[in-house]
């Protein structure tokens, strides 16, 4: 039986540019950094790992549900880094309040707040 994810790990053709984008929106690093192939970021009691391969292009899409204490303040945090999300947080019919943004390499973190 499967029971949860440990870690998910994207691609990343800059790293050091990487590390400031998730670093900057309140990723705790874990290990590595802006000079290493690979670096480690603690999320709960899990990982969102980055891979260097510098010819890394994204060339297919998917998504990284992350929930968080206040989505609002999370979207308030990204815009004043200079960062634009793709949508502003909203209330979905499913219950969750959530908004999409994309990393610099562009794989797509949704920010949500999980049903009350």
Request: charged content about 20%.
């Amino acid at each position: 039986m499967i029971e949860g994810i440990s870690a998910v790990t994207l691609l990343t053709a800059d790293m050091a540019r990487a590390v400031v984008f998730y670093e900057s929106l309140g990723f705790v690093l874990r290990y590595g950094g802006g000079d290493a192939d690979f670096t480690s970021f603690t999320i709960g009691s899990n990982y969102l790992n980055l891979a260097l391969q510098p010819d890394y292009a994204a060339a297919r899409w998917g998504r990284i549900v992350l929930y968080v204490s206040d989505v609002d303040a999370m979207h308030a945090r990204a815009l004043s880094k200079g960062y634009e999300p793709s949508t502003a947080p909203r209330d979905a019919e499913w219950g969750e309040r959530y908004f999409h943004i994309s990393d610099p390499d562009g794989h797509e973190l949704s920010f949500a707040r999980p049903p009350a």
